[in-house]
């Protein structure tokens, strides 16, 4: 991993009200890390998301060993988590690896 793709951005604690809450699109964030299986699972089902969606939605990645306070904050109890935040507020939740097209339904209901 640790390859950024172009749609696709790597948050931290710092970038975090910036990139997630302050964000005017709704944004996807893929709470994961390195040691996590699944996570790799859903990397590239992101990337495939990011260009069937870019414009309407943007997908972040925060990493929950690098920011703890981030993942307590919001309750994250198992990776991979995906939470989907509108203007600053989790709208929507989904817990371990799917497909595409679930993410993709799984936004969508909510835009």
Request: net charge neutral; hydrophobic share 40%.
């Amino acid at each position: 991993m640790g390859n950024e793709t172009k749609n696709i951005i790597h948050v931290t604690a710092n970038t975090w009200d910036n990139n997630v809450l302050k964000s005017e699109k709704p944004v996807l964030v893929d709470f994961w890390a390195e040691w996590c299986g699944p996570c790799r699972m859903v990397g590239p089902a992101l990337e495939q998301l990011s260009d069937t969606m870019n414009g309407k939605v943007k997908i972040v990645k925060l990493n929950v060993d690098e920011n703890q306070e981030i993942a307590m904050k919001y309750g994250i109890k198992s990776i991979p988590s995906l939470v989907l935040f509108k203007e600053g507020q989790e709208i929507g939740r989904t817990v371990g690896a799917a497909s595409k097209e679930t993410y993709q339904r799984f936004i969508e209901q909510f835009l």
